[in-house]
Nanobody
Framework: QVQLVESGGGLVQPGGSLRLSCAASGFTLDYYAIGWFRQAPGKEREGVSCISSSDGSTYYADSVKGRFTISRDNAKNTVYLQMNSLKPEDTAVYYC?????????????????WGKGTLVTVSS
């Protein structure tokens, strides 16, 4: 069964850090571009970051550039999102997704597999 499972969300104070994990089962992440997306209450889903399957190219939304870092460990079939200097506006449900094409991930479109999400709340 193909599955993506996110973990690592929680409540953190502004300025704090969290590391999200996206673990795959039932398929190998090696051949997929992986993206992190988020959806805040009452807002549309937005792309946060993507990492390619081939050369490790990365993409970051302007709102998280310099604060978030995406990485992958193919041996563990897992992708991570390190989030530093968190702000209240980062509060959202964070989803990971796998897709064949990196450029589609960047466009927030055409991802093949999705996790169920993990909630990140940034609040004092």
């Amino acid at each position: 069964q193909v599955q993506l499972v996110e973990s690592g969300g929680g409540l953190v104070q502004p300025g704090g850090s969290l590391r999200l994990s996206c673990a795959a089962s039932g398929f190998t992440l090696d051949y997929y571009a992986i993206g992190w997306f988020r959806q805040a209450p009452g807002k549309e889903r937005e792309g946060v970051s993507c990492i390619s399957s081939s050369d490790g190219s990365t993409y970051y939304a302007d709102s998280v550039k310099g604060r978030f870092t995406i990485s992958r460990d193919n041996a563990k079939n897992t992708v991570y999102l390190q989030m530093n200097s968190l702000k209240p506006e980062d509060t959202a449900v964070y989803y990971c997704a796998a897709g064949v094409l990196f450029r589609l991930c960047v466009l927030n479109h055409g991802m093949d597999y999705w996790g169920k999400g993990t909630l990140v709340t940034v609040s004092s």
